[in-house]
């Protein structure tokens, strides 16, 4: 059997299933320290004879197979699970291969394999909900190098009618700082779900994520980009952010149509627990 665990800062995803993930069975834990969560997680899987776990994590996560904290959860802002040795935990429980990466990637992997990415080579994923996180996965690969992508982080040019500061306590101004549910709460002193007649309130947030994904189309180049995560229920923001997105590429690199390049996930909310289990299953 399959093992699979989405971890995320609120709650855990915990889910198993037969090798050809026709049965899936999952339930959901919150996220408390890692002592009470790991018991759990240990309650749940002790029931089932696992051949391989896959795991996608929040972060910043150690995915270096060279550095001596690989599988480490590390900088992470939740204080009590900063230095957890996340992988070795599993491993000392369950002798079995484990794959480790973020959970975006683990997403991104879910939406390539059996969602709205199904028949290209190459996607990416991005949710845009308490923080910005992107994933990706190229020549059918979870996208890592020296550590794992950090795509919420990266610079964008303000809009001329914002004058929020921004909210990322590293960057101030970053994409996350900026666009993420929590900075567009701080900027108008409203949950970002309260805020679905404010015409201006999207267009911003659209000027935002249009920049991040034509970075992300020009350094990248993945055959489709798919955008999760709480405040991309706004779904009138999609319209948006590609008309957004075709003014700034202007031309200059021919993209799958855009209705066709910037979607949904085709997994809803499953996304990253399903990409779990085909992670475990590409182990075997
Ligand atoms: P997390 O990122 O913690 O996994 P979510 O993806 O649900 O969880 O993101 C939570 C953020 O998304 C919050 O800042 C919340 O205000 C925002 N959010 C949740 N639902 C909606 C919605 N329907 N419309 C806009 N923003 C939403
Ligand atoms: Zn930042």
């Not at 995915?63 to 590390?74: A, C, D, R």
Request: net charge negative.
């Amino acid at each position: 059997m399959l093992g699979a665990i989405e971890a995320g800062g609120t709650k855990f995803v915990l889910a198993v299933s037969d090798n050809n993930l026709e049965h899936v069975e999952k339930i959901s834990i919150p996220t408390t320290t890692p002592e009470e969560t790991f018991d759990k997680v240990f309650e749940f899987f002790d029931n089932y004879t696992l051949e391989a776990i896959g795991v996608g994590s929040f972060g910043p996560i150690d995915v270096n197979k060279n550095s001596t904290t690989y599988g480490y959860v590390t900088s992470t802002p939740k204080l009590a699970w900063q230095n957890v040795d996340f992988l070795g935990k599993l491993k000392e429980r369950y002798d079995v291969p484990v794959s480790w990466t973020t959970d975006v990637n683990a997403a991104a992997y879910g939406e390539l394999k059996k969602g709205a990415a199904v028949g290209n080579g190459s996607c990416l994923y991005l949710t845009v909900g308490t923080g910005i996180g992107g994933g990706a996965v190229i020549n059918g690969e979870p996208l890592e190098g020296y550590g794992h992508p950090e795509m919420g982080h990266i610079p964008v040019r303000m809009h001329e009618d914002d004058t929020f500061d921004g909210a990322c306590p590293y960057h101030g101004n970053c994409l996350e700082g900026l666009a993420a549910g929590p900075a567009i709460e701080k900027r108008y002193d409203k949950k970002a779900q309260y805020l679905e007649d404010r015409e201006d309130v999207w267009k911003i947030e659209a000027y935002y994520l249009a920049q991040a994904l034509m970075t992300y189309t020009l350094t990248l180049s993945p055959e489709k980009i798919i955008l999760g995560g709480g405040v991309m229920k706004q779904t009138q923001l999609f319209p948006l952010i590609r008309d957004e997105f075709a003014r700034l590429i202007n031309g200059y690199v021919a993209t799958p149509a855009l209705e066709e390049y910037i979607v949904s996930p085709g997994l809803k909310d499953n996304a990253g627990i399903t990409g779990c289990l085909l992670l475990a299953q590409k182990e075997l």
